[in-house]
């Protein structure tokens, strides 16, 4: 069964999991808007999943919650595809920087440039790897989206901003570009 999601979530899970992330997520599907959430976190491997990649394609739009430490997980894989699938189906990507300064993700500085350090040593015989995460990581971070740092306002009126955007993007008007229902196969169409 193939399912489409209005949203493709993306975010560090030890850093904004049982906060922000999962605040997001609440907010979105209050409002009727399909989400996919990673509710397992990437095993150790070098691929992002087949299951991750098919819900990214799936997405209209993508937003990548970018927190201090998410350089140095796992999820470094996934702005790549959603890059791709931004230029080849217009995709929506939304980056939030979640108690992050975007100046230090665009020029891998502070935790993302000890992050990738890390890599380096690690990957050694990986280097195109960790170049197109650094393109990804700076591509990412030249988009235009939401800075939130605590002390800025409270945590659920940036959400909800963000909420009524993807609201907006995927208002009734804009719903034709979805082959079919979320939750539905698409041989209930055919």
Avoid at 104 to 113: L, P
């Amino acid at each position: 069964m193939v399912v489409a999601y209005h949203v493709f979530l993306s975010f560090r899970c030890l850093d904004t999991r049982l906060g922000f992330t999962r605040n997001l997520y609440n907010a979105l599907n209050e409002k009727g808007i399909q989400t996919f959430i990673n509710d397992e976190e990437l095993q150790r491997g070098d691929q992002i999943t087949p299951a991750l990649m098919k819900a990214i394609e799936k997405s209209r739009i993508a937003i990548v919650a970018l927190s201090t430490n998410y350089a140095s997980s796992f999820c470094l894989h996934e702005p790549i595809p959603i890059l791709h699938c931004s230029k080849s189906t217009g995709l929506l990507v939304l980056p939030v920087f979640y108690e992050l300064n975007p100046s230090d993700m665009r020029h891998q500085n502070g935790s993302y440039g000890d992050a990738l350090a890390k890599h380096e040593k690690r990957l050694k015989h990986y280097m195109d790897r960790l170049q197109k995460w650094k393109e990804a990581l700076s591509q990412v971070a030249d988009l235009s989206g939401y800075h939130f740092r605590k002390g800025d306002g409270y945590e659920y009126k940036y959400i909800k901003k963000i909420v009524e955007q993807v609201s907006k993007a995927i208002s009734p008007a804009s719903l034709h570009g979805v082959d079919y229902q979320v939750g539905l196969s698409q041989e209930c169409y055919k």
